[in-house]
């Protein structure tokens, strides 16, 4: 069910109240998160988009924390795509998911940082880091034949940057006939509404949530034709 313009706004307020701070300033800046019933401490880095933790990817935790029943991720295999900062994978290894968190050779050392800090000890499955460049040795590096994910997991993967051809093509390799890929995206420019087309050649798209305070749409999408019945009564 999509939330109206008051409830929307309210949610998201409730959303971005899963942040806090520290109430003392340290030598290295990170962001608290209150998620999955634990507090996560993220650091992040000033100097690349990837080592901040956007809006989307509250949204993104928030769902998976209220959703579990209808998308339980217990002893599902997972991979997050710009994991960034590694938020997202974080909470869905809270969750009892099997992750694989991916992104960029240089973000790889905060990203296990984060990842290690706040599950060591914490979840049934510990998580896996692992370089992904979107549309680059695919086959080599996670072979259809052997990697079965069950979820895709993506936040604010789409901007303008110029790799969404290739962004594309890693969604299409990573996913299979009953993966199903749960996607929350800012809009920004014309630019982003032009994937959103490209992605449907390839996908059947759901919007599950859509929070026009805050410029962010949550979609559920699968390979054409495999898209199931919706949940009743879905909320975020």
Avoid at 64 to 80: F, G, R, W
Avoid at 89 to 115: F, K
Avoid at 163 to 180: A, G, I, P, S
């Amino acid at each position: 069910m999509l939330p109206g313009e008051k409830e929307d706004e309210q949610l998201a307020a409730e959303i971005m109240r899963r942040r806090f701070f520290p109430a003392l300033i340290t030598h290295k800046a990170w962001e608290g998160f209150h998620f999955a019933g634990h507090e996560i401490r993220i650091t992040e880095a000033t100097d690349c988009y990837g080592a901040v933790v956007w809006p989307s990817a509250l949204v993104l935790c928030y769902f998976l924390e209220t959703n579990s029943k209808q998308y339980n991720l217990v002893d599902k295999n997972v991979i997050e795509i710009g994991a960034g900062t590694g938020l997202v994978s974080i909470v869905a290894s809270l969750l009892g998911a099997l992750v694989t968190a991916t992104d960029l050779p240089e973000l790889l050392g905060n990203l296990q940082h984060n990842v290690l800090r706040n599950t060591k000890l914490k979840c049934k499955h510990q998580p896996r880091v692992k370089e992904l460049s979107w549309g680059i040795d695919l086959e080599k590096n996670f072979p259809r034949s052997s990697c079965h994910f069950d979820y895709i997991l993506a936040a604010d993967v789409v901007y303008n940057h110029p790799f969404l051809d290739e962004l594309l093509l890693t969604f299409d390799h990573l996913c299979k006939n009953d993966t199903v890929i749960l996607w929350a995206m800012k809009f920004r420019l014309d630019k982003e509404n032009q994937f959103v087309g490209r992605f449907q050649t390839l996908f059947d798209l759901e919007v599950i949530s859509n929070f026009p305070s805050l410029n962010i749409t949550l979609y559920k999408a699968m390979r054409k034709g495999r898209m199931k019945a919706r949940p009743s009564k879905l909320m975020v």
